[in-house]
């Protein structure tokens, strides 16, 4: 049986960090820049039509987030 990823689990696993991650359809895709991951929201809106997928951007450990 297969266990469910869930973004919890995706945040929690130090592989991802530095990456935008997009999970849609019970798998995961990485891209490393922006352009990257819009490239496979496309793809993934074509093959999965009625799925929301969803999408962040971990930014590494020791990464400094502006906030205004």
Same mark, same amino acid.
């Given at each position: 049986? &297969? *266990?469910?990823?869930?973004?919890?689990? /995706?945040? $929690?696993?130090? !592989?991802?960090?530095?990456? %935008? =991650?997009?999970?849609?359809?019970?798998?995961?895709?990485?891209? &490393? *820049?922006g352009?990257?991951?819009?490239? /496979?929201? $496309?793809?993934? !809106?074509?093959?999965?039509? %009625? =799925?929301?997928?969803?999408?962040?951007?971990?930014?590494?450990?020791?990464?400094?987030?502006?906030?205004m």
């Open positions: 049986m &297969k *266990t469910k990823i869930s973004m919890m689990d /995706i945040f $929690k696993n130090p !592989r991802y960090r530095g990456k %935008h =991650v997009i999970l849609a359809a019970g798998r995961v895709y990485t891209a &490393k *820049t352009e990257g991951a819009s490239e /496979i929201l $496309k793809k993934i !809106r074509e093959k999965y039509p %009625h =799925v929301t997928p969803e999408v962040a951007y971990l930014p590494k450990a020791h990464s400094l987030i502006l906030w």
